[in-house]
Nanobody
Framework: QVQLVESGGGLVQAGGSLRLSCVGS????????MGWFRQAPGKEREFVGA???????YYAGSVKGRFTISRDNAKNTMFIQMDSLKPEDTAVYYC?????????????????WGQGTQVTVSS
């Protein structure tokens, strides 16, 4: 079992940056692949990016080159650095964990989810 807690959300102007954290409790954090998803008002939750237990990262096309995912297994923490933020990045951001290492873009591949943190980008 893994419990996940996100933090770092807030209000930022377009072009600004935010860094979100996702802290996992429980054992074997390093064995999980981790993902970030987001859900904007009135829209379905969508894949943002993921990082495998081998530190290979993947990104959705809409954020590639602007967002960077990393992890610190010693602190049971995953991060997402979000730069050049746009109003369309406004959403609740969720972190998730899975024992699977493939198809990390698929929401239904994840076993554990955090409660989410709100990111609002003003124009």
């Amino acid at each position: 079992q893994v419990q996940l807690v996100e933090s770092g959300g807030g209000l930022v102007q377009a072009g600004g940056s935010l860094r979100l954290s996702c802290v996992g409790s429980g054992q074997a954090f390093s064995t999980y692949a981790m993902g970030w998803f987001r859900q904007a008002p009135g829209k379905e939750r969508e894949f943002v990016g993921a990082i495998t237990r081998s530190d290979v990262s993947y990104y959705a096309g809409s954020v590639k080159g602007r967002f960077t995912i990393s992890r610190d297994n010693a602190k049971n923490t995953m991060f997402i650095q979000m730069d050049s933020l746009k109003p369309e990045d406004t959403a609740v951001y969720y972190c998730a964990a899975t024992v699977r290492q493939l198809n990390l873009w698929r929401e239904d591949n994840y076993d554990y989810w955090g409660q989410g943190t709100q990111v609002t980008v003003s124009s």
